[in-house]
């Protein structure tokens, strides 16, 4: 039979291996299996297409549209994920291993999709932080506004998560507008391929949103310019070469990198033997050890402990080890499959040997263990390895050396102080864990060791049962690490959809302002509501659109029965002679929340209509107090509206509260769910 081709997909079609591809072998058998790459890819033809045909398709939908897209592509992936499970065997990994690849990539999608819908507008541009105010009068304004890169993000990926690797890059990118050239390691290929295959087939991206590169980018990047990313996964010796080859410098490309980390773990001062923590940090430790067989970026290598604990770590993590069955990963009782294939597995064992000139192996002989159901030998199969560092500060090479495998090391640490210099030694890394019950030595933890890392991970006792773990990267947080660990930052919400936007400072009148970001700006033209807004449907409102109540009087009593009422009798309002003792206060002053009330008395319409709730208030703020016989009116504007579902919207109105003279009193903006067409 034949090899199994991994094809690229470019410019919209596929294409297969050529002579120049590199053949891939079966993790478990080490039988050589596949081939991918293609010496004669057209990259200019592939980046036109991408900056031709995919950026336009995909800046010409909202940010809302991308995200119904994204979740529409994870649904998809969801309904066939058995075929990603059954060919990822092949990899080496078992089938909790692929729901974490498999799942959590089809999850990442998930989030950033509802995070697209949720924290994002129905627009083009996103409007970043506050208006800034540039002219005394307010006729003179600053903003900040971000807009789609007009260029295309090529995505280099790892071997070890071929879906999830994939995946949470492409949907920020993909949310932000711009398209995507993935190119995946050549190992696990055939699994991001299928991938691939499936959403393409779906037939959800537009053309040119995704295009494949299995085996070598060839001359791709030399082909960019400042409107493209890269963003790399993998090693520090290969994001060096990259990223500074003079046309990425010259043209100060964007380079996104996650790459080598030396992670920690810390076993609280706190946390001695017999403690939920301390059994805690030894099933921690030992899934980093032998999850994906040890080959993830956040995986656990150096273990800290306090000097008295390192004997009963040892002992412990030793016995849960020993229970880890090792073989074939489709087998339902195995618990560490195979590394990705014997070029990895010899790496392993090549760092393993540089650790071991500083540390004794306490655990695993690469040369005698057990392997169920499969040819030891043959495939690229090592036991877990635990070693012991006794001087982790003459040390050099436990701080600097990763096994990328099951390989780990405990060091000893005198108190917390010297605990957090020895994990700062990693130079940078993604991800430390601290396990303690002492909410003091995860302070001192954050303050010393937090500009070294990108993630700290804090449990015990109380978090335990709902905690993700250790190694767990999560969409909703930035996902990166300084130094070492590359200086990148990925996923982290909005934050990820910004590597591929430019944030762009625009200036001008309050008019070009929210003609720029669909967002109304106080001092930028009212329209006159043709009719009370609360009777007008989602659709029908228009931004900018107001409504000037006629003033109300509020008077002693109006104070006098809200405190009453409310059980609200703070002296500011019901003491003259203390009331005008406060500096801010010129003697009794009404209620902020009475205001408020009045102020809704004042511009609702109470019929029964398309306003279907009031679902909150933000950035409320009293500038100036209100006195009895003082009258306010107030101001309602349409100031965003945002679709939720079919049946109805957000709509954001600004309100103002002013008094007689027409001084500010209050502003805040009103939050309500309306609907699409008229109760």
């Known amino acids: 039979m034949g090899l199994q081709d991994v094809s690229s997909f470019i410019t919209g079609h596929w294409i297969a291996p050529n002579a120049g591809a590199r053949v891939i072998e079966n993790a478990v058998t080490g039988e050589v299996f596949a081939q991918a790459g293609n010496t004669d890819l057209d990259s200019d033809a592939m980046l036109a297409y991408a900056r031709t045909i995919g950026g336009p398709a995909l800046r010409a939908l909202t940010f809302h549209d991308r995200a119904r897209m994204v979740k529409a592509l994870a649904l998809h992936l969801n309904q066939n994920k058995q075929a990603l499970y059954d060919i990822s065997f092949a990899t080496g990994a078992t089938q909790s291993d692929h729901m974490i690849d498999v799942d959590g990539g089809i999850g990442t999608m998930f989030v950033f999709a509802s995070k697209g819908r949720r924290e994002l507008p129905d627009a083009h541009i996103y409007m970043d932080g506050e208006v800034e105010q540039l002219s005394k009068d307010g006729s003179f304004l600053g903003h900040h506004m971000c807009t789609p890169l007009?260029?295309?993000?090529?995505?280099?990926?790892?071997?070890?998560?071929?879906?999830?690797?994939?995946?949470?890059?492409?949907?920020?990118?993909?949310?932000?507008?711009?398209?995507?050239?993935?190119?995946?390691?050549?190992?696990?290929?055939?699994?991001?391929?299928?991938?691939?295959?499936?959403?393409?087939?779906?037939?959800?991206?537009?053309?040119?949103?995704?295009?494949?590169?299995?085996?070598?980018?060839?001359?791709?990047?030399?082909?960019?310019?400042?409107?493209?990313?890269?963003?790399?996964?993998?090693?520090?010796?290969?994001?060096?070469?990259?990223?500074?080859?003079?046309?990425?410098?010259?043209?100060?490309?964007?380079?996104?990198?996650?790459?080598?980390?030396?992670?920690?773990?810390?076993?609280?001062?706190?946390?001695?033997?017999?403690?939920?923590?301390?059994?805690?940090?030894v099933k921690e430790v030992h899934r980093e050890m032998t999850t994906k067989a040890g080959q993830k970026c956040t995986a656990i290598r150096r273990i800290f402990a306090p000097d008295t604990h390192v004997d009963a770590v040892i002992e412990a993590i030793s016995a849960r080890l020993a229970k880890t069955v090792i073989g074939d990963p489709k087998a339902e009782n195995t618990r560490m499959g195979a590394l990705v294939s014997n070029a990895q597995k010899r790496d392993v064992l090549a760092k393993a040997a540089i650790i071991g000139g500083e540390a004794e192996r306490v655990f695993g002989d690469p040369d005698a263990f057990d392997v169920h159901g499969a040819d030891g030998a043959a495939g690229a199969f090592l036991p877990p390895m635990l070693f012991r560092c006794a001087d982790p500060d003459g040390a050099k090479r436990v701080h600097d050396t990763e096994a990328f495998g099951p390989v780990s090391t405990?060091?000893?640490?005198?108190?917390?102080?010297?605990?957090?210099?020895?994990?700062?030694?990693?130079?940078?890394?993604?991800?430390?864990?601290?396990?303690?019950?002492?909410?003091?030595?995860?302070?001192?933890?954050?303050?010393?060791?937090?500009?070294?890392?990108?993630?700290?991970?804090?449990?015990?006792?109380?978090?335990?049962?709902?905690?993700?773990?250790?190694?767990?990267?999560?969409?909703?947080?930035?996902?990166?690490?300084?130094?070492?660990?590359?200086?990148g930052e990925e996923m982290g919400g909005v934050r990820g959809v910004m590597h591929y936007m430019q944030r762009t400072a625009i200036?001008?009148?309050?008019?070009?302002?929210?003609?720029?970001?669909?967002?109304?700006?106080?001092?930028?033209?009212?329209?006159?509501?043709?009719?009370?807004?609360?009777?007008?449907?989602?659709?029908?409102?228009?931004?900018?659109?107001?409504?000037?109540?006629?003033?109300?009087?509020?008077?002693?009593?109006?104070?006098?029965?809200?405190?009453?009422?409310?059980?609200?009798?703070?002296?500011?309002?019901?003491?003259?002679?203390?009331?005008?003792?406060?500096?801010?206060?010129?003697?009794?002053?009404?209620?902020?929340?009475?205001?408020?009330?009045?102020?809704?008395?004042?511009?609702?319409?109470?019929?029964?209509?398309?306003?279907?709730?009031?679902?909150?208030?933000?950035?409320?703020?009293?500038?100036?107090?209100?006195?009895?016989?003082?009258?306010?009116?107030?101001?309602?504007?349409?100031?965003?509206?945002?679709?939720?579902?079919?049946?109805?919207?957000?709509?954001?109105?600004?309100?103002?509260?002013?008094?007689?003279?027409?001084?500010?009193?209050?502003?805040?903006?009103?939050?309500?769910?309306?609907?699409?067409?008229?109760?």
């Open 150 to 281: 007009q260029g295309v993000a090529i995505h280099i990926n790892a071997f070890n998560f071929p879906v999830w690797g994939m995946l949470e890059k492409l949907a920020p990118t993909l949310l932000a507008g711009v398209p995507a050239i993935v190119k995946p390691a050549t190992a696990t290929s055939y699994v991001t391929e299928l991938a691939v295959r499936l959403m393409i087939d779906s037939g959800i991206l537009p053309d040119g949103a995704l295009q494949l590169v299995s085996g070598a980018l060839g001359d791709t990047l030399d082909h960019l310019t400042c409107q493209d990313v890269v963003s790399f996964t993998g090693s520090a010796d290969t994001a060096f070469k990259l990223r500074s080859a003079p046309h990425i410098l010259r043209n100060s490309i964007r380079f996104v990198a996650e790459q080598d980390s030396l992670n920690a773990s810390i076993l609280g001062p706190d946390a001695a033997p017999g403690t939920p923590e301390f059994d805690l940090f």
């Open 410 to 487: 405990v060091m000893g640490y005198r108190d917390l102080g010297h605990a957090i210099g020895l994990v700062n030694r990693g130079g940078g890394s993604l991800v430390a864990s601290v396990i303690t019950h002492d909410p003091e030595v995860a302070r001192d933890v954050a303050l010393g060791a937090g500009a070294f890392h990108g993630r700290l991970y804090f449990n015990n006792r109380d978090s335990m049962a709902g905690s993700t773990g250790h190694g767990s990267p999560l969409p909703h947080l930035v996902h990166g690490g300084p130094g070492r660990a590359g200086g």
């Open 507 to 679: 200036q001008g009148s309050p008019d070009i302002l929210t003609a720029i970001g669909k967002t109304w700006i106080p001092g930028a033209a009212e329209t006159p509501a043709p009719a009370h807004p609360f009777t007008r449907s989602f659709h029908d409102l228009h931004v900018g659109e107001t409504l000037n109540t006629d003033p109300r009087e509020i008077t002693m009593d109006d104070v006098a029965h809200f405190a009453e009422f409310t059980g609200d009798t703070f002296y500011a309002h019901m003491d003259e002679a203390a009331a005008a003792r406060n500096p801010f206060f010129p003697g009794r002053v009404a209620h902020g929340y009475l205001l408020l009330s009045f102020a809704a008395g004042l511009f609702v319409e109470p019929n029964e209509g398309p306003v279907l709730a009031n679902t909150g208030l933000d950035n409320l703020r009293f500038m100036k107090p209100v006195v009895p016989g003082d009258s306010i009116k107030v101001r309602l504007t349409v100031k965003t509206k945002t679709p939720r579902n079919d049946e109805y919207g957000e709509v954001r109105w600004h309100v103002t509260l002013t008094n007689q003279d027409d001084d500010l009193v209050a502003e805040y903006d009103l939050l309500t769910m309306v609907a699409h067409a008229k109760s």
